[in-house]
């Protein structure tokens, strides 16, 4: 059996997509946490050891590291129901995690970052001159969200994927980004539906 430890900052939506992946396939993770606001994570000892890219989540296997919170999630849903047997569907899957990680986390989760644990008094001017385009670029990938769900329950297929997991995280999370959630009523009942899984488990 498969030793499983996750190198994380708890606060962190990407690292808590492989908490979500872990718990909803049945697997055991330990957990290793770092603070990122610290720098924990640019110190030699992890660049050396964990990742030379000085960045979290690392999902440790066994004695091998795995970096990128998506690339981490697919490897524990290998198998599993969250990873669809239909090759189209699973090509859909990864069209959402690509959309996820280039259109959606790069705006809602920076400007929860940004705002919620920096503080908006706190950035420097490139950061403050960047608020508005990513809040445009946030509610455009809400809106997507919306939209795509008016018709469907989960993002691919007649049940949860990874697809749904990968995006869960900040999206749950949004309202701490400026972000108003009730303007997108499709997506909070898809909220609802993915907390409401028999294994989903809280943030800390």
């Not at 996820?100 to 503080?119: C, D, K, M, S």
């Not at 445009?136 to 769900?149: F, N, Q």
């Not at 018709?151 to 980004?177: I, M, N």
Request: contains cysteine; glycine residues 4%.
């Amino acid at each position: 059996m498969m030793r499983f430890v996750l190198h994380e900052d708890p606060r962190s939506g990407n690292c808590y997509k492989i908490r979500l992946a872990a718990a909803l396939t049945g697997q055991t993770i330990e957990r290793v946490q770092y603070d990122i606001m610290k720098g924990d994570t640019r110190r030699e000892d992890f660049l050396r050891k964990v990742n030379a890219n000085g960045r979290i989540p690392v999902l440790q296997i066994d004695e091998r590291f795995l970096p990128e919170s998506n690339a981490a999630c697919w490897f524990l849903a290998e198998a599993s129901p969250l990873l669809p047997h239909d090759r189209f569907d699973r090509a859909d899957v990864l069209r959402w995690m690509f959309f996820e990680q280039y259109n959606h986390e790069p705006n809602i989760a920076t400007l929860r970052f940004w705002l919620h644990f920096v503080g908006e008094a706190n950035l420097n001017r490139f950061q403050k001159e960047q608020i508005m385009a990513k809040r445009a670029g946030g509610e455009h990938a809400l809106t997507l969200m919306e939209e795509h769900l008016a018709v469907r329950e989960w993002f691919v297929g007649e049940s949860v994927t990874l697809a749904d997991l990968a995006l869960y995280p900040y999206t749950s999370l949004s309202e701490a980004g400026g972000f108003r959630l009730r303007d997108y009523p499709h997506v909070c009942a898809w909220i609802e539906r993915f907390e409401a899984l028999p294994d989903y488990v809280a943030m800390d």
